[in-house]
Nanobody, 113 residues
């Protein structure tokens, strides 16, 4: 069974840090992504990684977030530093294989100001 599952969300004060994890099983994906969805807004792409090389960051996280991956553990990470209240939302792990999108259930990040 192919799955991706996020963990690591929580409540943090503005300026703080969190590290999200996405554990994949059943497949080793080439490209994986982090998305987020803020309350009342559409889901947006945060960062992508190809193999273990970061391929893109959204402008709103550049310099603050770092995407990485441990292929031996089939796990992707998102290190989030200097968090802002506008980073609040549900963060989703995404991977595509053979035209099918796999999504996790999401992990909630709340940044208090």
């Amino acid at each position: 069974q192919v799955r991706v599952e996020e963990s690591g969300g929580g409540l943090v004060q503005a300026g703080g840090s969190l590290r999200l994890s996405c554990a994949a099983s059943g497949l080793i994906f080439n490209t994986m992504n982090w998305y987020r969805q803020a309350p009342g807004k559409q889901r947006e792409l945060v960062a992508s990684i190809i193999s273990d090389v970061p391929s893109m960051y959204a402008d709103f996280v550049k310099g603050r977030f770092t995407i990485s991956r441990d292929i031996t553990k089939n796990t992707m990470y998102l290190q989030m530093n200097s968090l802002k209240s506008e980073d609040t939302g549900v963060y989703y792990c995404n991977a595509r294989y053979d035209g099918y999108d796999y999504w996790g259930q999401g992990t909630r990040v709340t940044v208090s100001s």
